[in-house]
């Protein structure tokens, strides 16, 4: 059975940093591309980031480039996503999904969602 | 950028009813890569269509997709209590970027 639990989310003041960490299992994680989307209070689904297989191609939204990175650790079967200089408006759910197959970006399983809230 | 406009923004109707979800995006979806999800306050989302028609795993036959270029539909055929939640659309059309519609709220009349 596939999971995805994500871990590493909390409060933290604007201008600060956090990473969140999504632990694989029930597949085989070097094989798929691997996303974060993330959903602000009452909005909708935001797509943010993406790596593939081997981490050689990764892909940030326009909101979050040059402040977040995507990175994994196959020998982990963990994805990452390093947060700096978080905003106000940065405060959401964050999800990691698995890409559906090769091409495929869109996510059948989904981790349960971790809370950053960027606060004072 | 596809912008997806999903609507109507809510949806009232009762169990047994049949729903139908409308996704129109700012310019064609190549390859018909779009998606449905379903999600459920606290939740996290699930895919129920991908390829604009075709059914995720485990995702009952009442749900079905059509459409193709612009416009896409989710139709529900009859409703069952545990289908009361917030659909959403997806383009993963990788020539732009990946984008999300902004959500249907199915509630219940």
């Known amino acids: 059975e596939v999971h995805l639990l994500q871990s590493g989310g909390g409060l933290v003041q604007p201008g600060g940093s956090l990473r969140l960490s999504c632990e694989a299992s029930g597949f085989s994680f070097s094989n798929y591309a691997m996303t974060w989307v993330r959903q602000a209070p009452g909005k909708g689904l935001e797509w943010l980031s993406a790596?593939?297989?081997?981490?050689?191609?990764?892909y940030h939204a326009d909101a979050v480039r040059g402040r977040f990175s995507i990175s994994r650790d196959n020998s982990k079967n963990t994805l990452y996503l390093q947060m700096d200089s978080l905003r106000a408006e940065d405060t959401a759910v964050y999800y990691c999904?698995?890409?559906?197959?090769?091409?495929?970006?869109?996510?059948?399983?989904w981790g349960q969602g971790t809370l950053v809230t960027v606060s004072s | 950028e596809i912008v997806l406009t999903q609507s109507p923004g809510t949806l009232s109707l009762s169990p047994g009813e049949r729903a139908t979800f409308s996704c129109r995006a700012s310019?064609?979806?190549?390859?018909?890569?779009l998606a449905w999800f379903q999600q459920r306050p606290g939740q996290a989302p699930r895919l129920l269509i991908y390829?604009?028609?075709s059914r995720a795993t485990g995702v009952p036959d009442r749900f079905s997709g059509s459409g193709s270029g612009t416009d896409f539909t989710l139709t529900i055929s009859r409703l069952e209590p545990e289908d009361f939640a917030v659909y959403s659309c997806q383009h993963y059309d990788t020539s732009s970027p990946l984008t999300f519609g902004q959500g249907t709220r199915l509630e219940i009349k």
């Open positions: 390829g604009a028609s």
């Open positions: 790596i593939s297989p081997s981490a050689n191609t990764r």
């Open positions: 310019r064609s979806v190549s390859g018909n890569y």
């Open positions: 999904a698995k890409n559906l197959a090769e091409g495929l970006a869109t996510y059948e399983y």
